[in-house]
């Protein structure tokens, strides 16, 4: 992935978590309806016991949603540590990404900050429930396991 696609993501990202902030904290209001088949679920990110500047946090259902074809992945970013999303429930996957600044001359993606043990060889899992608290912490370290 190229730097424009990166940052376009991101920007994704971002919008989109500060869309389901207002519903998630809509929720609580008379007259707002989480859709159908969704929870809200939220949390903190710890990255070497502080709290994750900026980044993004992802979860894909472990239970197959459409035969044949790859879970989608529900993304939201993380400020400050906290994030807010909409999941189905069930057992979810979780990658969490940071990327650091991107050289303007190259055209290598950004380098990945976070261990790959939490993204893309992540050993992070969530279960999401339909009653119950689905707030999570994710306390993460620079230590290859």
Known sequence: MNGLMMRN???TSVLFCGVLCLVGEGCRKPGVVVPSGMLIARGTVQFEGVPLSEGEIGFKSETVEV????NREYIAAV???????????GKHRVEI???GPQKLESNLPPPQLIPDKYNKNS???AEVQASGDNSFLFQLD????
């Not at 035969?67 to 790859?70: A, D, M, S």
């Open 9 to 11: 993501l991101l920007v």
């Open 67 to 70: 035969p044949g074809k790859p």
């Open 123 to 125: 050993v992070l899992t």
């Open 97 to 99: 990404r940071r990327f």
């Open 79 to 89: 400020m400050d540590g906290k994030f807010q999303i909409l999941l189905p429930p």
């Open 142 to 145: 620079k230590a290859v396991k």
